[in-house]
């Protein structure tokens, strides 16, 4: 450090002016270095200024000359050509189809050839019941259903009857027939016609039927207490008297009416039950 004699003096003279005294050599020495440090602390901040000022432009420069690259854009990578869109085929929707019409299956009467026998041990009709034979149709045979008529002959060596058909009307049934056909039966407030039966034969015809080989033949049997019961009979025996037990027994003679009146049952075309009916 250079100590400057002159300006020092001059500082002292300077400071003997102000105060009005002389001058205090100690204290121009501290003035001297006080703005001697004052002066160099102003220079180190200028100087640093500058520095910073230098190395701020320096960065500005720099920038401006090696501008930091931009991020390179990728190369667009080869794609597969768009397939073009499958145009939607819309199926209509289907019509309900409606079910084909179920025709219920025909309920069919059942036959005479299907339906059960009635015992033939048994009197077919008891006097009181509704009863009602099976009207025959035309021709010389007759189809299956059980029947009532006269027995007119037997041949046991064919195993054939002659007989008369009629329609039998037993009980309600009888009256329901007299109302609508001979209402003078029912006269004075009557229920039933008088033999609480009735027998409509509006043509009398005779018609040969075959019996089956095991058909079942029985006629009735009055016994003298009253009592009517069934018994098994002989084809050829109908011919003949009978039960001498029996007041009153099934027979054929030959005339239409009384012990000669049969239910002639037929399955088949053949006469499977040839039964006896006692009427009184």
């Known amino acids: 450090m250079t100590f400057d004699l002159s300006r020092a003096l001059d500082e002292m003279a300077d400071d003997a002016a102000d105060r009005g005294r002389p001058a205090d050599p100690d204290r121009v020495v501290g003035l001297r270095r006080r703005r001697r440090v004052v002066r160099r602390g102003a220079a180190g901040v200028a100087a640093l200024a500058a520095a910073g000022a230098l190395v701020l432009t320096g960065a500005t420069l720099a920038d401006l000359r090696s501008p930091e690259p931009l991020p390179a854009v990728p190369a667009p990578s080869p794609t597969a050509p768009t397939a073009e869109p499958t145009p939607e085929v819309t199926t209509p929707p289907e019509q309900p189809v409606a079910p084909d019409p179920v ?60 007989v008369d058909l009629a329609v039998f ?35 009398q015809r005779s018609r040969t039927v075959a019996l089956a080989p095991d058909a079942v033949v029985t006629g009735f049997c009055v016994r003298p207490d009253g009592v009517v019961e069934q018994h098994a009979r002989d084809l050829a025996g109908l011919t003949g008297p009978g039960d001498a037990g029996c007041s009153a027994t099934s027979r054929v003679d030959g005339a239409v009416g009384g012990a000669s009146r049969f239910w002639v049952d037929v399955r088949g075309g053949e006469v499977v039950q040839l039964v006896g009916q006692y009427l009184s």
């Open 103 to 162: 025709t219920p299956p025909a309920t069919e009467e059942p036959s005479a050839g299907t339906r059960p026998l009635v015992d033939p041990y048994r009197t077919r009709w008891d006097g009181r019941a509704s009863l009602v034979s099976d009207a025959p149709a035309s021709g010389d045979g007759l189809e299956d259903g059980d029947f009532f008529g006269s027995v007119l002959a037997v041949d046991p060596g064919e195993r054939t009857i002659t």
């Open 169 to 203: 009307y037993g009980g309600a049934a009888a009256t329901a027939w007299a109302r609508e056909h001979a209402p003078e039966l029912l006269e004075d407030g009557m229920d039933l016609p008088p033999s609480g039966f009735e027998v409509v034969d509006d043509v």
